[in-house]
């Protein structure tokens, strides 16, 4: 479990500091529901909570499905 925290929470948080600040100083954002401007702070924050939220979703079941494969 503790690998999941790692890549779920670890990676996107940089991730996105990333794209806030490059956003800031050229005025682009990589992707739409980042961009702060367009969809106001609730909106983006909206958009990360469930990106977050998926990838937890997605990496608990990945990791529950190969501890059942390896006690097989």
């Known amino acids: ?36 401007n367009a969809l106001g702070i609730l909106g983006v924050v909206l958009f990360v909570s469930i990106i977050f939220t998926t990838g937890i979703v997605i990496g608990s079941v990945y990791i529950f499905i190969n501890r059942i494969r390896t006690r097989s």
């Open 1 to 36: 479990w503790k690998y999941l925290l790692y890549w779920i929470i670890t990676y996107p948080i940089c991730y996105q500091a990333f794209v806030f600040i490059h956003g800031a100083f050229t005025g682009n954002y990589i992707y739409y529901f980042f961009d702060i």
